[in-house]
């Protein structure tokens, strides 16, 4: 009976400390599936080349597998499921949407420095050209002049209403849409809007309070009209309306502003315009007076589709965290990041480079469009020192673009790599999956650290780091929600 105690001890001893690496283990490492996306990847040309990519009708009725209870939502779409694949080879797929990331990048960081100088964007008057390029850089709406407009939600404008795809974008507050007759307009997908064949258009006189609070505004013979204008030369002008905007359903809401424009210059890739979905007075969240807004960005590499929604309730298992509001700039998400851990060890950076201080510099937005997550380059390189040093027998090889942490995993069908958590001021820790940092760049293998440094004082969490998460915005409490795989 004794030997019986004595080996039951033993052993339970023996059984807690395996168990406890293993738990110590699950959270420092994370499991990449690499054989698999290495297929979607290569699978992704090879099927557009045999036309199996899904037909621009299929898109249109294609319904999001999850169900909603919330009456006010639309379909979310990846850009590659809405206009399939034209670059050559994934490489090259990869390639253009990091330079297009870039641009956008910088004008959101341009924008934000403006703003904590006092200076807003009808100061510049940016169609004169007597005034330099760099000094006009404005906020390029989801890189769509540069075409990087990554998701586009499906919806209705005018009554009865034409359905349009439209960029949305966290990083913009103006609604806008093409509309007949056009003096200059790009190609879309979809027919373009005609605002004499709805009954609810209605254009806005100067004095509304809607066209007093536009960046950039003119009169002419009492009406409103807008421009909203982009880095590269790109713009918007036109009529700013009202409209009936319906939702994926049979819902819809009378009197948004939106702008109407006739004059439209840029790569909008396919997009009839854009929904705005800001902290500003003109964002659509504010003008329909919703309490909460979400979305799920799905993978976007994938056909699938899910859903933008407003006024409905975050799942109860979110990771949630305090927005923080710019008093220089109301159009931007700002999450109260206050650590970053890698292998389960917080890293030495001061909390202070993750603040937003009084004059309206520094601070972490949270962004739609931008693609990749940009952190001040001591914290990025304290994150990416951890990473590598937990990834030391990984075939590392060459930089890619902005990357410079890359690996050749080609001979490799799954590799364990460091877990990436983000902390908040409230004690919250959302941990990212592997496939959110370690993304393929080509379709022979290599993956790349999908962070990089920056060296204005802004950070962006980008969408890469979001997709499969569904984002809740609570802006009655000011409070952000992640919830994974809520797709």
Request: aromatic content about 8%.
């Amino acid at each position: 009976m004794e030997k019986i105690v004595i080996f039951a001890a033993v052993f339970s001893v023996f059984a807690a400390t395996v168990l406890s690496r293993t738990l110590l283990s699950a959270s420092k490492a994370d499991l990449l599936d690499v054989s698999s996306t290495i297929s979607r990847t290569q699978d992704l040309f090879s099927l557009n080349s045999q036309n199996v990519l899904p037909s621009m009708h299929e898109v249109h009725h294609k319904r999001p597998v999850v169900s909603t209870d919330s009456a006010l939502s639309f379909q979310l779409h990846s850009r590659l499921s809405v206009r399939g694949a034209s670059d050559k080879d994934y490489k090259s797929l990869a390639l253009a949407r990091l330079a297009r990331d870039s641009a956008r990048v910088k004008a959101i960081q341009t924008r934000v420095d403006l703003a904590s100088l006092g200076i807003r964007k009808a100061d510049l008057t940016p169609l004169e050209a007597e005034l330099e390029e760099e000094k006009l850089e404005g906020p390029v709406i989801s890189g769509t002049s540069q075409g990087s407009g990554e998701y586009f939600c499906r919806i209705g404008v005018g009554n009865p209403p034409t359905q349009s795809y439209m960029v949305l974008d966290t990083g913009s507050d103006v609604n806008w849409v093409q509309c007949a007759p056009c003096a200059d307009c790009y190609q879309q997908a979809d027919p373009i809007f005609d605002p004499g064949l709805s009954s609810s258009f209605n254009q806005l006189t100067c004095e509304t309070q809607q066209c007093k609070s536009l960046d950039v505004s003119e009169c002419r013979n009492n009406t409103c009209l807008y421009e909203v204008s982009y880095g590269d030369g790109s713009y918007t002008v036109g009529d700013f309306a009202t409209e009936t905007i319906t939702f994926g359903g049979s819902s819809s809401v009378k009197n948004v502003a939106i702008g109407c424009g006739h004059n439209n210059e840029g790569l909008f890739v396919g997009a009839a315009g854009l929904i705005g979905l800001g902290g500003g007075a003109l964002s659509f969240p504010s003008q329909i007076n919703a309490t909460s807004f979400s979305y799920c960005l799905v993978d976007r590499d994938s056909d699938s589709a899910s859903t933008l929604e407003f006024n409905s309730v975050a799942p109860p298992d979110a990771v949630t965290a305090p927005l923080i509001r710019n008093s220089k700039l109301d159009t931007f998400y700002y999450v109260d990041l206050t650590g970053i851990s890698v292998a389960g060890d917080l890293l030495p950076i001061p909390p202070s480079t993750f603040q937003l201080n009084g004059n309206g510099n520094g601070g972490v937005i949270i962004d739609s469009g931008t693609a990749i997550t940009r952190l001040q380059t001591e914290a990025y390189n304290s994150m990416r020192n951890a990473f590598t040093k937990g990834t030391k027998d990984l075939p590392s090889t060459n930089g890619v673009a902005l990357f410079d942490t890359c690996y050749d995993l080609s001979s490799k069908k799954s590799v364990e790599v460091p877990t990436v958590s983000f902390h908040f001021s409230n004690s919250k820790e959302l941990r990212l999956p592997a496939k959110n940092y370690l993304i393929p760049v080509d379709s022979s293998g290599t993956f790349c650290f999908a962070f990089a440094p920056t060296s204005s004082s802004l950070g962006i969490i980008g969408n890469v780091q979001q997709q499969g998460t569904r984002v809740s915005y609570d802006l009655a409490n000011s409070l952000v929600g992640f919830s994974p795989n809520k797709c």
